[in-house]
Structure formats: C-alpha cells, structure tokens
C-alpha cells in the first residue's frame, strides 16, 4: 500500500512563527503536492513538485514556499505564520506514468494548523 | 465561476436509493476526471477515474458530457458506509488536478 505521512495531525503555533510541514511518502513517486483545504474553498494547490529539487507554484503560493532535497520527503514552510494560514494542510504524490504525472494522487492524513 | 462547481448538498436519501450527483467544468481544454471520496476529518482517496463516455464499477457509475462539459456519478442501492463527500476534479492540462468543493451524501437508515 501507497503511504503518505504528514509530520503532525494537530499543530497550533503563533503569529509571526515559522511553521514547518513535513511529508514522506514510501512509494518512489516522482511527483508530490501541497494543497490547503477550507470549508467552502474546497482543495487548493499551494506549490508542487515534479522532481527533487524541483517546485512549481500552484493557484496560492503566497507566504509558502517549499523544499524537496530528497524524493520522498517534500516540506512546505510557512515563513511567516499569519491567522489566514489556519487550516487543513494536505501533502499528496503520484507517480509519473507514460509521461502523465496526473495519475491517481495519494493523500496523507493532513495537519491542522491552528495559528494564535 | 469557479473551475470545477458542484452542488454541497447534502443530499440525504434512504439505503437502497439510486443518488445522483453533477459536476460542471469550465475549462474545454480539461483532458481528464476524477471522483474522489473524503469522510468526515479523512484525506481524500480516489474513487473512480472518469474517461472518455464514462464507466461502471460495481454500484457506481460516472458519465462525462464535453459537449455540455459535466461530469456524473450514478450511485445504485445506496449503502450507510456510502455517506461521505464525493470530489469531481478535472485535469486541466495546465499541470495541475483542479478540485470541486465537494457534495455531501447522507445515507440514513
């Protein structure tokens, strides 16, 4: 079985804290995601990866940023936490099949931030 | 508009009903779809993919229409285990997968 696996389920930090999230995945995909999920909003792509050192910015990069020095361990990093970065973090890979990294994305157990 | 619009719901029918839900795209170019599941405080997992006209897994059926760009899945004698969020998600081919908001199913006894 695929698993992901997120450093933390709870954490709670305060305003103005570096905040980092850690993900591992045990699979060898090539490709790893970080998404946030808010009620109403629904899943939104923060940064992803195709390879290691890789990153590319998805729909809301802004006060992320991301490091992938090993293949299957990619961190997001909030440099400077702020109230409106509480919420549902969720990591995901995939692996790159024929070419398509869109193939099924597994998901980890997601970490909820709580920021004071 | 969103890119990927669904109905939230909930819907909340009896077990061995027939539920449909839909699922709107904007964007023609999207190549691919994708149902996923999520329970309560759960990640999401895949549920089905959905190609071309469609296809069937068991109880579950998902149809897409590019013509009129939504997606459909068909859920046939509804289980309580079938309660959940249902995600539509398109490949938009811009290298990302694009989420809906989700549709809440409600299977009572």
């Known amino acids: 079985d695929v698993k992901v696996t997120q450093s933390s389920r709870y954490l709670v930090k305060r305003t103005g804290e570096k905040v980092f999230l850690e993900c591992v995945q045990d699979?060898?995909?090539?490709?790893m995601f970080w998404y946030r999920q808010d009620p109403g909003l629904g899943l939104r792509l923060i940064y992803f990866?195709?390879?290691?050192?890789?990153?590319e910015k998805g729909d809301i990069p802004e006060g992320y940023s991301v490091s992938r020095e090993k293949k299957e361990r990619f961190s997001l990093i909030l440099e400077s936490a702020s109230t409106n970065q509480t919420s549902m973090y969720l990591c995901?890979?995939?692996?790159?099949?024929?070419?398509?990294?869109?193939?099924?994305?597994?998901f980890g157990p997601g970490t909820r931030l709580t920021v004071l | 508009r969103k890119e990927v619009e669904q109905d939230p719901g909930p819907f909340n029918v009896p077990e061995g009903a027939t539920v449909a839900f839909n699922c709107t795209y904007s964007?023609?170019?999207?190549?691919?779809f994708f149902w996923y599941r999520q329970d309560c405080r759960k990640e999401p997992k895949l549920l089905m993919s959905?190609?071309?006209s469609g296809n069937e897994d068991g109880r579950f059926t998902a149809q897409l229409n590019r013509a009129s760009q939504y997606i459909s899945l068909l859920i046939r004698d509804s289980k309580l285990s079938d309660s959940a969020t249902y995600l539509c998600?398109?490949?938009?081919?811009?290298?990302?997968?694009?989420f809906g908001t989700g549709t809440r199913l409600l299977v009572s006894p």
């Open positions: 995901a890979s995939s692996p790159t099949l024929g070419g398509e990294p869109y193939n099924e994305q597994f």
């Open positions: 959905v190609y071309s």
């Open positions: 998600v398109a490949n938009t081919g811009f290298q990302k997968l694009v």
């Open positions: 990866s195709y390879d290691v050192k890789m990153k």
């Open positions: 699979m060898d995909h090539e490709n």
């Open positions: 964007n023609s170019a999207s190549q691919s």
